[in-house]
């Protein structure tokens, strides 16, 4: 098994990469998160998770060991598939992914595509007791969880994307954590 790829990026997308080593390009499927880590670099070593298929033989990359681990766990889940689980990991970075699979946060996680509430629900009964927060990222977060929710919500609702909304919330909960939802929402518009 391959436990990481070291080399010169020959060619690089923000689907997939193609590291070169001894002569050998090898084609390597990524999330977004490490296309940002990746441009502008000349050479990277990439964690890799092997997919032995019958019909199809595929390396996916990882820019860290944890985004690695996050995305076995994720396809340990019935019916998430590398690729859904590839999209996951594109759709938020890590510790936002850890922060809704640990606070149950099914409405978040089914905002990926190919994912519906059942699929949501499954990944975080399956994965909630697995998944290890960093403590800095639940701290400010989980304090105010209700109100980051509803302010989220406003700000989805306001016509703002969840994403960029999420971090907003968990920036100013993070500088600010003891505030009120329409303060969550005040700031978060000057930011956004």
């Given at each position: 098994m391959?436990?990481?790829?070291k080399g010169?990026?020959?060619?690089?997308?923000?689907?997939?990469?193609?590291?070169?080593?001894?002569?050998?390009?090898?084609?390597?499927?990524?999330?977004?998160?490490t296309?940002s880590a990746?441009?502008?670099k000349?050479?990277?070593?990439?964690f890799?998770?092997?997919?032995i298929?019958e019909?199809?033989?595929?390396?996916?990359?990882?820019?860290?060991?944890?985004?690695?681990d996050l995305?076995?766990?994720?396809?340990?889940?019935?019916?998430?598939g590398?690729?859904?689980?590839?999209?996951i990991?594109s759709?938020m970075?890590i510790?936002?992914?850890?922060?809704?699979?640990?606070?149950?946060?099914?409405?978040?996680?089914?905002t990926?595509?190919?994912i519906?509430l059942?699929?949501?629900?499954?990944?975080?009964?399956?994965?909630?007791?697995?998944?290890?927060?960093?403590?800095?990222?639940?701290?400010?977060?989980?304090?105010?969880?209700?109100?980051a929710?509803?302010?989220?919500?406003?700000?989805v609702?306001?016509g703002?994307?969840?994403v960029?909304?999420?971090?907003?919330?968990?920036k100013?909960?993070k500088?600010?954590?003891?505030?009120?939802?329409e303060?969550?929402?005040?700031t978060?518009l000057?930011i956004?």
């Open positions: 391959i436990d990481y790829i010169e990026i020959a060619e690089l997308t923000p689907a997939s990469v193609t590291i070169e080593t001894s002569g050998i390009g090898y084609f390597i499927n990524i999330s977004l998160n296309y990746l441009e502008h000349k050479s990277e070593k990439l890799i998770y092997e997919s298929r019909d199809a033989h595929q390396l996916f990359g990882f820019i860290n060991k944890q985004e690695r995305f076995i766990l994720l396809i340990s889940v019935s019916g998430i590398a690729s859904t689980a590839r999209m990991l759709s970075t510790t936002e992914l850890e922060l809704v699979i640990s606070s149950g946060n099914a409405d978040m996680l089914k990926v595509k190919g519906g059942k699929t949501a629900q499954r990944v975080i009964v399956d994965l909630k007791d697995k998944i290890k927060v960093t403590g800095d990222a639940i701290s400010n977060v989980s304090i105010n969880s209700e109100a929710n509803e302010a989220i919500a406003a700000l609702m306001l703002f994307a969840q960029p909304s999420q971090k907003a919330v968990a100013i909960l500088d600010k954590p003891d505030s009120t939802i303060q969550i929402i005040k978060a000057k956004l």
